[in-house]
């Protein structure tokens, strides 16, 4: 069956580092790929997407490429924000009905 | 666009009683939604597929006759705990499929605390 893993957290940065949040993923066919994010007391906001592969989702400044030769989707950002703050969830979708997969999430804490 | 609203936001009731939660899909139709709970620091556990017009489909380990799913209309499923326990309270959360087919919108989620 479909899975998917996550680098577990939390990750701890300081304000505008570099965030790689780590995703691979086992899957039969051709998945479409999903970062979703959660503030706390929340539900969960999509970040980002990606349909085939060599597709790059982005949005607000993440970004995660659909990497099929090494079943991965990656999110990073550049310089991140305290606001940015939250747990990070990736999922795919490929299953009959369109159910999503997800991973464990992994939660960022940012300090200024 | 893309919005999915949820309610109650909390909910604290007895043991013993029913809770009804709603999940609107605002501005697009969605003939299929889902519901989640998701414990403290954890990932989210589909509990059942809900379809307009149609039975749900509930996942495996889910209590059917005590998760009541209604999906009356194009931008509205329900789920209705029966006889809620206090092992029932979690973060319930619901999304509607897009017309894409493809890309889920979460609701943001309803706390249900049973005391």
């Known amino acids: 069956g479909n899975s998917v893993t996550q680098m577990e957290g939390p990750v701890t940065l300081s304000e505008e580092a570099f965030l790689t949040i780590n995703c691979t993923y086992t899957a039969t066919g051709y998945p479409s790929l999903f970062w979703y994010v959660q503030y706390p007391g929340e539900g969960l906001q999509l970040l980002l997407k990606?349909?085939?592969?060599?597709d790059k989702g982005s949005n607000k400044g993440f970004e995660a490429t659909y990497r099929k030769e090494t079943t991965s989707f990656h999110l990073e950002k550049g310089s991140v924000q305290v606001s940015d703050s939250a747990v990070y969830f990736c999922?795919?979708?490929?299953?009959?009905?369109?159910?999503?997969?997800f991973g464990g999430g992994t939660r960022l804490m940012v300090k200024p | 666009g893309a919005v999915v609203s949820q309610h109650p936001s909390w909910v604290i009731c007895k043991s013993g009683t029913s809770v009804k939660i709603e999940c609107r899909s605002l501005?697009?139709?969605?003939?299929?939604m889902f519901w989640y709970r998701q414990f403290p620091k954890q990932s989210l556990m589909l509990m059942a597929t809900?379809?307009?017009?149609?039975?749900?489909?509930?996942e495996q380990g889910v209590e059917k006759d005590k998760f009541l799913i209604n999906h009356a209309s194009l931008t509205l499923s329900t789920l209705t705990v029966t006889s809620a326990h206090p092992e029932d309270s979690s973060f319930y959360i619901c999304s509607a499929l897009a017309g894409d087919g493809d890309t889920q919108y979460f609701g943001p989620g309803t706390r249900l605390t049973v005391l």
């Open positions: 990606a349909t085939k592969a060599d």
């Open positions: 501005d697009f139709q969605a003939t299929t």
């Open positions: 809900s379809n307009e017009g149609s039975k749900a489909t509930y």
């Open positions: 999922a795919l979708s490929g299953s009959a009905g369109n159910m999503l997969t």
